[in-house]
């Protein structure tokens, strides 16, 4: 079955440290996305990636880094530089040409203490 | 700038009876989407139903329908005969354009329909 997966689903981390967030779609989409999610608020994007080795910044990237080094995989990592890291993070995909029909992850829900 | 504004934060609905979600938006643009997404209690977001600004007929699917005001910068979303599993968060989005020129969804803060049997 084509999909994305994320993992893990709960993950918890100490304040300082920096941690990565995985992404993997078997969709052959070329676009891929990372949103983060707080209690009450919608999706904000956070970085954007409609091809291999580029990616763009989106509405709260700072704090965050990401990487794509394959179509398939799109990891996001959270830094310490992250002032409110604990939140549910969503990864989604597209086809570039109809980026409006993304496609989402099952999420991973991070708790920094 | 473009925004998406849900002013129900919550609704309610009986098992088998009909509700719509309210949703306002503001854009420059002259071409443009709107969505709305479902987010069940797993988490995971669903596409329920898109609409063409330049299509002046609602968009239908099965038992979602939407009421595109263009005028008005309207969107909602009515759901017919509704059943437990639509209990969800339903988030209303916009399609964008960046100043880059990418294009991105912009969400609204969403809705938490209850269904009550």
């Known amino acids: 079955d084509g999909g994305i997966t994320q993992s893990p689903k709960y993950l918890f981390r100490k304040e300082g440290q920096n941690v990565t967030l995985s992404c993997e779609q078997n969709?052959?989409?070329?676009?891929m996305y990372w949103y983060r999610q707080d209690p009450g608020q919608g999706l904000r994007l956070i970085y954007y990636s409609q091809i291999v080795n580029d990616f763009q910044k989106g509405d709260i990237a700072e704090g965050y880094s990401v990487s794509r080094e394959k179509k398939e995989s799109f990891p996001l990592t959270v830094t310490s530089a992250q002032k409110n890291p604990t939140a549910f993070y969503l990864c989604a995909s597209s086809i570039v040409a109809r980026h409006y029909e993304q496609y989402f992850g099952p999420g991973t829900r991070l708790t920094v203490t | 700038a473009q925004t998406v504004t849900q002013s129900q934060p919550e609704m309610s609905v009986q098992e088998a009876e009909t509700v719509t979600l309210s949703c306002t938006y503001d854009?420059?643009?002259?071409?443009?989407?709107l969505f709305w997404y479902k987010q069940p209690p797993s988490r995971q977001m669903i596409l329920v139903i898109r609409?063409?600004?330049?299509?002046?007929q609602n968009a239908t699917e099965n038992r979602f329908s939407v009421n595109f005001q263009k005028a008005a910068k309207s969107f909602s979303l009515k759901i017919s005969d509704s059943q437990l599993g639509d209990a969800a968060m339903y988030f209303c989005?916009?399609?964008?354009?960046?100043?880059?020129?990418?294009?991105?969804?912009?969400f609204g803060k969403g809705t938490k329909l209850t269904v009550n049997p």
């Open positions: 989005c916009l399609k964008s354009t960046t100043q880059g020129g990418s294009e991105k969804l912009v």
């Open positions: 609409q063409e600004a330049y299509k002046q």
């Open positions: 854009t420059s643009e002259s071409d443009y989407y």
């Open positions: 969709l052959n989409h070329d676009a």
